[in-house]
């Protein structure tokens, strides 16, 4: 099954996917997650999109189309694959497309995660995550249990992303708006989009997302 979650910076994409990941047996592919990699291992490519990430603006095209057309190649990727982050405008969704057709593949399933602006501000500024193994918390909607000790691991270090402020989100909102919003209609012609509500309980999220892949 190879499946795109679509949706604002906030949405909960990385959350459903990575539920999804685990009951389907597919691969998260975060297209975000790789260039954090890239930027944090210092490579060319990290600090060709620092700067690019950190001002919340999208990298271009061609870098992310290379990026993503390898890791689909990887062995992994055989049984299906999830892609959160990617496609982000319709020239992506297009390459997606070629790429794909070129295997005798295709999207089956893409999800979009529908909230409006306002909450996600406030979603987006207090989140951080596991240095470890990557579980996502929230200030105020989603503390571990133990404060400072990941639910999920134990580990006792904490990440937030740069990227994570309100002005950035304003930048990462209107690239979204201007940008990405577009391949909806692009989807939706293709008979492959259903929107859930994302501003539902991460839980009925998921289970709004299992019901639409059936
Ligand atoms: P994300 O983790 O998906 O919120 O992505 C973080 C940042 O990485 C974005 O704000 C962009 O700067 C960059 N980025 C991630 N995926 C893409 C993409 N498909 N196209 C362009 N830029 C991207």
């Known amino acids: 099954m190879k499946l795109i979650l679509l949706g604002p910076p906030g949405a909960g994409k990385g959350t459903q996917a990575k539920r999804l990941e685990e009951k389907y047996g ?3 592919l975060s ?7 890239a930027i944090a291992s210092g490579s060319d490519l990290g600090k060709e999109v620092k700067e690019i990430v950190e001002k919340g603006a ?4 061609a870098i992310i189309i290379q990026m993503i057309e390898a890791r689909i190649a990887a062995p992994d990727c ?9 496609p982000r405008t319709v020239a992506q969704a297009e390459a997606l497309d070629v790429m794909l057709t070129g295997k005798s593949l295709h999207i089956d399933h893409v999800i979009e995660l529908a909230v409006e602006d306002a909450p996600l501000v406030k979603r987006i500024s207090g989140r951080f995550s596991c240095a470890a193994c990557g579980a996502g918390y929230h200030d105020e909607f989603k503390r571990p ?4 000790v990941c639910d999920d691991c134990g580990g006792k270090a904490f990440n937030r992303r740069k990227d994570d402020n309100p002005e950035t989100v304003k930048a990462r909102l209107e690239a979204y708006h201007g940008q990405t919003a577009p391949i909806l209609p692009y989807y939706r012609e293709k008979g492959v989009l259903v929107t859930v509500d994302g501003m539902a309980d991460f839980n ?6 299992e019901e639409a892949l059936g």
């Not at 249990?145 to 400072?148: I, L, R």
């Not at 009925?204 to 997302?209: L, S």
């Open 58 to 61: 999208l990298v271009p095209d």
């Open 145 to 148: 249990a133990s404060e400072g």
């Open 31 to 37: 297209t975000g997650d790789m260039l954090r990699e």
């Open 78 to 86: 055989g049984k299906g694959f999830i892609l959160d982050g990617f």
């Open 26 to 28: 597919i691969v998260h």
């Open 204 to 209: 009925a999220v998921t289970a709004a997302i």
